[in-house]
């Protein structure tokens, strides 16, 4: 697969980018959210739920809880873990086999994602982001 490059100018283009991403995004599958902290993996990932289950869902950050559920997507942070064995019991691979699954800091589960993970890597880019898709 091509790597697809968008280059986002402000947050309300994330936002629309984010929308039009979740469109595309049906269970089962996976979307690794890859960049340094404050480049915006929460806000896409909350978009995407926010246009799958309505714009009025209440998305919190799952960094203290691990994952949040939103009948049949699952939005996983995985920067406080620190061992692979603790992915199976916050149910990551129940989630990847089931869900639309959105993985923040997903470089620890790099060996459970499976071949036909969508990678999204978010870099700065001026006052803005730019995602690489593959």
């Known amino acids: ?17 984010a929308h039009d991403f979740a469109k595309t995004l049906r269970a089962p599958v996976t979307v690794a959210l ?7 993996k929460s806000e896409i990932a909350r978009e995407v739920i ?6 009025d869902t209440v998305v919190p ?3 203290f809880t691990l994952v949040q559920n939103y009948d049949g997507i699952s939005h996983f942070d ?8 603790e992915l199976e ?4 691979q129940y989630a990847i086999d089931n869900d ?6 997903p470089d ?11 990678h999204i890597y978010i870099t700065q880019n001026g006052a803005g982001r730019k995602l690489v898709v593959q």
Do not use: C, Q
Request: hydrophobic fraction near 40%; proline fraction near 3%.
């Open 1 to 17: 697969m091509d790597n697809k490059i968008f280059i986002l100018n402000n947050l309300d283009e994330m936002h629309a980018w």
């Open 34 to 40: 890859h960049g340094d902290l404050g480049m915006g």
């Open 50 to 55: 926010k246009t799958l289950r309505g714009k």
């Open 61 to 63: 950050s799952p960094t």
């Open 78 to 85: 995985l920067y406080r873990i620190g061992d692979v064995s």
């Open 89 to 92: 019991e916050i149910g990551l």
């Open 100 to 105: 639309i699954t959105l993985i923040e800091w």
């Open 108 to 118: 620890i589960a790099k060996d459970m994602l499976p071949k036909n993970t969508i």
